[in-house]
């Protein structure tokens, strides 16, 4: 039986649109810091990335568009894809006041992903994603289509196991879970200090989303093997012992750099992985005959 998404993504989108102004109110002055050279990018998906001057890339679910104006910044030509309207209407303000050209699509991804002409080097994607997303293969065949053939695909994300993580240890959702999992209080307010390198303000406090959300939980396995049937050869992947400007749960220690790891005396787990898969062009009949 086909899942009935859209109406999910829907929900989603609205969501995202309540919560938007909430996570920016935190953000002192960005579009300053992102003109005057500033970068929202962790070092880890920088890494995965390599050397982006000259390259087109598509950054998938953009949100705000803050890492897509930093990748343009350093020399790619950037188009951001999001679900929610008021995350695209922040995004294009950020490009007007920093000054720096990207081109900003207000798109449920699928969609995009499935209908646009343009074709990429590079498809980024990163914390939070595929979370909010209700097929995986679906997802995966997009990206290798929009992909120029050896192009890449460098995603960094939350470790599906820390949303089974509390403070006391293993007491938050299933690893296996297959059903959308319904956040009655939607999008939060996640937006702490370590995610605002221009500065924090205190801005909205004791936000309360009036629109519920939902979730997707799916693991490292599925994640990889959905990319693999799309056709895609697995370059990297890495699992990351800390969660780079996101306290997923309650008691985790700050580190150095804007990150987060569990709490004294539990033991060391993965809170985040990253991979790089690369096209070879050469989309299999099965998979191509999904497309038409």
């Known amino acids: 039986m086909t899942m009935d998404w859209r109406p999910m993504h829907e929900q989603n989108r609205k969501s995202w649109n309540a919560a938007a102004a909430a996570h920016n109110s935190h ?9 005057e050279g500033g970068n929202t990018l962790f070092p880890d998906e920088q890494e995965l990335l390599g050397d982006v001057a000259g390259k087109r890339i598509a950054h998938l679910q953009c949100n705000c568009g803050q890492d897509s104006l930093s990748l343009a910044s350093l020399g790619a030509e950037v188009t951001g894809v999001d679900i929610s309207d008021a995350a695209i209407t922040v995004a294009n303000d950020l490009a007007a006041t920093s000054g720096i050209t990207c081109e900003f699509v207000r798109s449920d991804l699928f969609d995009w992903l499935e209908s646009t002409n343009a074709r990429f080097d590079i498809a980024f994607a990163s914390y939070g994603c595929v979370g909010w997303l209700s097929d995986l293969d679906r997802w995966a065949r997009g990206i290798a289509r929009i992909l120029h053939p050896g192009g890449r695909f460098v995603y960094m994300e939350f470790h599906p196991l ?6 006391d240890g293993l007491t938050g ?47 490292v396995a599925a994640t990889v093997q959905a990319l693999i049937d799309a056709g895609m050869n ?3 992947i890495r699992e990351y012992p800390y969660a780079n400007g996101c306290e997923i749960f309650e008691g985790m220690r700050r580190m150095e750099g804007n990150r987060y790891t569990v709490p004294e005396g539990m033991p060391p787990v993965p809170l985040m ?12 009949d099965d998979v191509r005959s999904t497309q038409e």
């Not at 953000?27 to 003109?35: M, V």
């Not at 009655?184 to 303000?201: C, I, N």
């Not at 992985?273 to 299999?284: E, K």
């Open 234 to 236: 697995l370059d990297v």
């Open 162 to 167: 820390a949303w089974s993580l509390g403070k």
């Open 173 to 219: 959702d299933s690893y296996f879970a297959t059903a959308p999992i319904p956040e009655s209080d939607g999008v939060r307010d996640y937006v702490g200090d370590a995610l605002a390198p221009s500065g924090f303000d205190p801005g909205v406090e004791g936000f309360q989303n009036p629109e519920p959300a939902f979730s997707f939980q799916w693991t």
């Open 273 to 284: 992985f990253g991979l790089r898969a690369t096209s070879d062009g050469d989309i299999r």
């Open 27 to 35: 953000k002192r002055d960005q579009g300053r810091f992102l003109g």
